[in-house]
């Protein structure tokens, strides 16, 4: 069953058609891809879909029920980690959780949802005392405390040092374990490579291509794609990891 619908969705900036007739469907636990260039159509394809951004035509409608016409039910649907997570930097973790449960109507345990995301030492910490990463898993974190249906993430992981962004993909891959629809994009192609199912490649605001990544390869191959055969069983970042260490590198 399709967990998200898309048909048809347009957006024009003045001169500029941003997302062109854009379609697809997202199943229930998936972990969706859209993939492009600078300027391609995918954030603000997201943020239409997000409630963020006013629709010109066509119809989302995210566990049956339609963006446009009851955007508050969506809000209750939909978890959101945007790109650059903004926290008040006076605050304490658990107080960051219980606030962003309460603008749901929701009370919960900070801790259990701060053990997920392996901040349970920084409980009592401020935000402005985390780094890069702890702020990304902070921010994944808030966006479940009311258990939503659908999650986004816009290019999560850029910035990222390597174990920190490896980190991130297990905790993509724990959020998708709980049945939850991820929508994701990214500029990092072993990134969706390794985390998505199936993906759609966006272009001047047009899908071009929609398929898994396996078959979007062989589909490039039977082509008649060729470059020079280069194999080997690790590459740099593995390298890195290995000699500073697996574990997150906290500050």
């Not at 590459?235 to 697996?246: H, Q, R, S, W």
């Amino acid at each position: 069953m399709a967990i998200i619908e898309v048909r048809d969705l347009k957006k024009r900036y003045d001169d500029k058609q941003a997302v062109d007739g854009v379609s697809f469907s997202i199943k229930k636990g998936e972990i969706f891809g859209i993939l492009g260039p600078n300027g391609a159509g995918k954030t603000t394809t997201l943020e239409m879909m997000e409630t963020l951004r006013p629709i010109d035509s066509g119809t989302v409608k995210i566990a049956g029920v339609d963006v446009t016409e009851n955007p508050q039910a969506v809000k209750f649907l939909i978890g959101v980690q945007p790109q650059s997570p903004a926290f008040q930097d006076k605050t304490k973790l658990t107080e960051v959780i219980e606030l962003f449960a309460a603008a749901y109507g929701e009370k919960v345990d900070p801790m259990a949802f701060l053990r997920d995301v392996d901040l349970e030492d920084k409980a009592n910490s401020y935000v402005e005392d985390l780094s890069g990463g702890q702020k990304q898993r902070l921010s994944i974190t808030t966006a479940l405390v009311h258990g939503p249906k659908v999650f986004f993430l816009d290019e999560p992981t850029t910035g990222l040092d390597p174990q920190a962004r490896r980190h991130l993909w297990d905790l993509i891959e724990k959020v998708r374990s709980k049945g939850i629809s991820v929508v994701m994009t990214t500029h990092y192609m072993d990134e969706a490579e390794v985390l998505c199912d199936r993906i759609a490649v966006m272009d001047n605001g047009k899908i071009i291509a929609i398929d898994t990544p396996k078959n979007l390869i062989k589909q490039l191959l039977a082509r008649g794609f060729t470059k020079k055969q280069h194999t080997e069983q690790a590459n740099l970042e593995d390298v890195f990891i290995d000699l500073t260490g697996k574990g997150l590198r906290e500050a």
